[in-house]
């Protein structure tokens, strides 16, 4: 019977609406905040090639940059392109100088020409437009991009420093350990609420379809009925972030081919395990505790929301938040003095969900006793 209860909850979680909200949600959060970051900073830096180095300014809490500094880059970095033959080009999470042909060489001429009539004097549409001419006439995706230029002239530290941290990431980290920490805060930002709209709902849904007093009446013990429902709801979530984890691996393959840097193939999925798994249950469990108690699949979202917005703070891990923050990356000896209090964070809403699920076993069996609704002993089904 478990495997049965397990088997339709999982196919009905994959074709149901809010598979799709966990999916768009969880998609948005790595696409925007994960993949986003690692082409805003980059992870292995590459030394500037003219003598103009923009650095962003940090004012309170926003960074900032000196626009005629990156016009000045811009051009010295045209010029370079022009003489050395090689422009750089982004290639997924790379940074690659390509060599550039003949007519690429006469075109990119061109262009240094109409900027150099225009005595740097220009408004930022005509800037753009500059951008746009020379990203096309050297073929896409190069760092001339609108998207790319701001990320490719300017830096956040020196060349001298990032170099110094990368290095301490490589080898403490294999790279890919300290990044998928970033991954697991991300994540574990989406899941840490989405997730409720795919367990909110589980015993409701019986409610709603009514399959109540057929499965009340049923002999089936509260641990095949709850427990197959809640592995399936918990595999549901943990496909969805192994593929993106997944996904992270194979990216960082292909920088690792171009930088013949070694990574660590087992870190995002590590990180999966330990970090985010404890997230996803404990938001199952308290979501079945909380419907079955209110008989209600809203309440468990309003609930689940609050505690989401006192948890996400980035504000240190204690114990009375489920989700982990750390959206830094930097090496191991920089991360374990809290590598400790994180853990132990883990563990102990690994061993809460469970109770939770033992709780929610508890009230189900409790509950289908009585089929007015009312809360008494349930009678033992009569065996046929």
């Given amino acids: ?4 209860i397990f088997s339709k909850e999982l196919k009905y979680q994959f074709t149901s609406f809010t598979i799709v909200i966990l999916i768009v949600s969880t998609f948005l959060f790595y696409y925007t905040q994960f993949i986003g970051d690692l082409k805003r900073w980059w992870v292995k830096p590459i030394p500037p090639r003219t003598h103009t180095e923009v650095l962003w300014e940090k004012k309170g809490d926003i960074l900032i940059l000196n626009n005629e500094e990156v016009i000045k880059s811009v ?3 045209m010029k370079t392109d022009y003489e050395k033959g090689y422009t750089l080009k982004i290639r997924g999470i790379n940074r690659i100088y390509e060599k550039i042909n003949d007519s690429e060489k006469v075109a990119l001429k061109e262009i240094i020409e109409e900027f150099e009539d225009k005595s740097f ?9 500059i951008m746009e001419k020379v990203d096309k006439a050297l073929g896409g995706n190069t760092a001339y991009n609108e998207e790319y230029y701001r990320l490719c002239f300017a830096n956040k530290e020196s060349y001298e420093v990032e170099k110094k941290e990368y290095d301490a990431i490589l ?7 300290a990044y998928a920490r970033l991954f697991a805060d991300y994540i574990g930002i989406a899941l840490g609420f989405f997730m409720v709209f795919v367990t909110g709902f589980t015993f409701v849904r019986d409610k709603r379809y009514s399959s109540n007093e057929l499965i009340y009446t049923k002999e089936v013990s509260c641990f095949e009925y709850v427990g197959g429902k809640y592995l399936a709801d918990i595999l549901t979530a943990l496909i969805i972030v192994t593929i993106m984890a997944g996904h992270a691996t194979w990216l960082f393959h292909g920088f690792s081919n171009v930088t013949r840097d070694p990574i660590s193939y087992t870190a995002f999925f590590k990180y999966t395990i330990i970090w985010i798994l404890p997230t996803i249950m404990i938001v199952a469990s308290l979501s079945y505790v909380l419907q079955i108690i209110f008989d209600n699949g809203i309440v468990p979202i309003i609930i689940q929301f609050l505690y989401w917005m006192y948890s996400s703070n980035i504000h240190h891990n204690q114990i009375s938040k489920y989700i982990i923050r750390f959206n830094s990356i930097v090496p191991y000896s920089e991360f374990q003095p809290v590598e400790h209090t994180i853990f132990v964070n883990r563990i102990f809403y690994t061993l809460l969900s469970i109770i939770l699920l033992f709780v929610a076993m508890k009230l189900w069996d409790i509950k289908r006793g009585a089929l007015d609704g009312g809360f008494k002993i349930r009678k033992k089904a009569i065996s046929k």
């Fill in 1 to 4: 019977m478990f495997k049965k």
């Fill in 75 to 77: 051009y010295e970095n």
């Fill in 121 to 129: 004097d220009m408004n930022y549409d005509e800037f753009k437009n």
């Fill in 171 to 177: 080898k403490e980290d294999k790279v890919t350990n």
